[in-house]
């Protein structure tokens, strides 16, 4: 099994959580820009190959990975809609990651300050939740989790402003499948 991608991405982190905490082996093949848009139609990373499996996308990736070991990806709706909201900040903040790269700002853009604004109600919706202190964590927790320790290492939110989610990522941090895929690590 190959998966190709980059250590600092947080879905592809969340693909070597799941390849980690499943003791499966693989074969790490770190993946740049130019390298993605030629092995991938979807143009980023993760993709990953397996014989004649070949998926281009962190969420069909982490089925496959959990449908391998009998286990399931989302447990159930209330699960896959966290997934979801947690992707959408994910993507919204890489976004526009990627575009102050290119000196694109949200005052540039009304849709720009849009998808900032969306990034920050959805933190506040997910910090008004109470978070379980637990050494099981859902798919939706560990897409939460791997934004969450992306956009702090990117300095893209400050935590300290929503401390709920705050708790929550410290008690991330003491996994060690967690720890050890921090994208500082790389």
Same mark, same amino acid.
């Given at each position: 099994?190959?998966?190709?991608?980059?250590?600092?991405?947080?879905?592809? *982190?969340?693909?070597?959580? =799941? /390849?980690?905490?499943? +003791?499966?082996?693989?074969?790490?093949?770190? $993946?740049?820009?130019?390298?993605?848009?030629?092995?991938?139609?979807?143009?980023? =990373?993760?993709?990953?190959?397996?014989?004649? =499996?070949?998926?281009?996308?962190?969420?069909?990736?982490? *089925?496959? /990975?959990?449908?391998?070991?009998?286990?399931?990806?989302?447990?159930?709706? &209330?699960?896959?809609?966290?997934?979801?909201? &947690?992707?959408?900040?994910?993507?919204?903040?890489?976004?526009?990651?990627?575009?102050?790269?290119?000196?694109?700002? $949200?005052?540039?853009?009304?849709?720009?300050?849009?998808?900032?604004?969306?990034?920050?109600?959805?933190?506040?919706?997910?910090?008004? *939740?109470?978070?379980?202190?637990?050494?099981?964590?859902?798919?939706?927790?560990?897409?939460?989790?791997?934004?969450?320790?992306?956009?702090?290492?990117?300095?893209?939110?400050?935590?300290?402003?929503?401390?709920?989610?705050?708790?929550?990522?410290?008690?991330? +941090?003491?996994?060690?499948?967690?720890?050890? $895929?921090?994208?500082?690590?790389?």
């Amino acid at each position: 099994m190959k998966l190709f991608g980059s250590y600092t991405s947080p879905y592809v *982190r969340h693909c070597r959580i =799941v /390849l980690a905490q499943n +003791n499966d082996t693989f074969e790490f093949i770190p $993946t740049d820009y130019s390298q993605s848009a030629q092995q991938s139609p979807t143009q980023r =990373v993760p993709f990953l190959h397996d014989g004649d =499996v070949q998926l281009t996308d962190s969420a069909a990736i982490l *089925r496959y /990975l959990r449908e391998r070991h009998q286990q399931s990806f989302c447990d159930d709706v &209330a699960d896959f809609d966290l997934f979801c909201l &947690a992707n959408t900040a994910l993507d919204a903040t890489v976004n526009l990651f990627l575009l102050e790269r290119d000196n694109i700002t $949200t005052k540039d853009s009304p849709y720009l300050q849009r998808q900032y604004d969306r990034i920050h109600t959805i933190l506040k919706e997910l910090n008004e *939740r109470d978070w379980p202190e637990t050494n099981q964590y859902s798919d939706g927790q560990l897409r939460l989790a791997c934004f969450l320790s992306w956009a702090q290492f990117r300095e893209r939110i400050q935590l300290a402003e929503y401390p709920n989610l705050q708790q929550f990522l410290l008690g991330m +941090n003491n996994q060690p499948w967690f720890a050890n $895929t921090h994208p500082a690590l790389s």
